[in-house]
């Protein structure tokens, strides 16, 4: 297996962990309706909480489907600004970032 088809297969699996937790935050937002206002309380702090990870967490998607998108192009580890190459080390550690280091600070 190459290594852009190893990236690939490990965003894809990204993706589909993504999107079962976020399934489970919509879940967990939708069965918050307590008739006590303490409790009601309690899970608005949560909801808080936990659409903060569901924005993150779209975020994260939505770089993950520009990754594979350049994947499919054959753009993957060229950075969308400067063209230059992204370095294995940062796609390592970021591989769905579509900067190299230089252009990403």
């Not at 937790?21 to 808080?48: F, K």
């Not at 192009?73 to 940062?90: K, L, M, P, V």
Request: include cysteine.
């Amino acid at each position: 297996m190459s290594e852009i088809d190893t990236r690939k297969a490990a965003l894809e699996t990204r993706l589909g962990e993504l999107s079962a937790r976020l399934h489970d935050i919509q879940g967990e937002l939708v069965s918050h309706n307590s008739a006590d206002w303490e409790e009601l309380a309690t899970e608005r702090e949560t909801d808080e909480v936990l659409e903060g990870r569901g924005v993150q967490g779209q975020a994260e998607i939505a770089a993950i489907r520009a990754a594979l998108a350049r994947i499919e192009a054959g753009d993957y580890g060229f950075c969308t600004q400067c063209g230059g190459e992204i370095s294995q080390q940062r796609l390592d550690l970021l591989p769905q970032t579509p900067f190299c280091k230089s252009c990403a600070t």
